[in-house]
């Protein structure tokens, strides 16, 4: 069975600070990455998605994740830290079943950004 | 192209009754997900339908249901309401077409269980 654990529930950083949010997961086969952001009382927006090629991914709203097979990890970072990154960051597995889909997410990490 | 949406977004139940959530999916979507949120279990899948077909079962009671129509737009059923239903519903649509899927989400139902 697949999974995936988010290191550090509750993470903050000041405006302008390096963030890092780190995702590990367990798979038997090469699977299929995400992030995905939650702003509060919002649906799950996708910020970036690792499936194959370049191990560096570059998404939305200046952040980069490196998938890193040896080390069965793809840590979320971006550079500078703005206040409105403030949500819940999602990291998921998805691997192609038989039939359909699964996604298989993390328990999420919390970023708060402080001034 | 507009997003996946959900109605209602809020909802108040009492124990022992059922309800009704209902997604749209963005246009030429046919795979329609549906997960729970909650504080304690994070986000859980409960099943995938596409081309009105379930695909993919998570493990929930069967008093989880759902539904999929001819035009993709989904419905999830609760029977027999219980205190741990309240969450947050979310539905998720991709192409559902061969091969890994980028899932979009809606924003959600709140389900609030009294």
């Known amino acids: 069975a697949q999974s995936v654990t988010q290191l550090g529930s509750h993470v903050s950083v000041s405006e302008g600070a390096l963030v890092l949010l780190r995702c590990n997961y367990s798979s038997s086969v090469p699977p299929y990455l995400f992030w995905y952001v939650q702003y509060p009382n919002q649906g799950l927006q996708l910020l970036l998605k690792?499936?194959?090629?370049?191990?560096l991914v570059k998404g939305i709203n200046g952040f980069e994740a490196e998938f890193k097979k040896s080390e069965t990890s793809f840590h979320l970072t971006k550079p500078s830290a703005h206040m409105s990154d403030a949500a819940e960051y999602f990291c998921a597995v998805n691997r192609l079943g038989n039939y359909g889909q699964n996604f298989v997410f993390g328990p999420g990490t919390r970023l708060s950004v402080l001034p | 192209k507009a997003g996946v949406t959900q109605t209602p977004r809020y909802l108040i139940k009492t124990r022992g009754q059922q309800v009704t959530l209902s997604c749209s999916p963005i246009s030429g979507h046919r795979s329609v997900s549906w997960y729970q949120q909650t504080p304690g279990q994070g986000l859980q899948f409960l099943f995938e339908?596409?081309?009105?077909?379930?695909?993919n079962k998570g493990n929930f009671p069967g008093r989880f249901s759902g539904r999929q129509f001819s035009n993709s737009r989904s419905e999830m059923n609760v029977s027999t309401l219980e205190l741990g239903d309240s969450a947050l519903y979310l539905c998720a649509s991709s192409q559902g077409l061969a091969g890994v899927q980028t899932q979009y989400f809606g924003p959600g139902t709140r389900l609030l269980v009294l």
């Open positions: 339908y596409f081309s009105e077909t379930q695909r």
């Open positions: 690792y499936t194959t090629g370049a191990t």
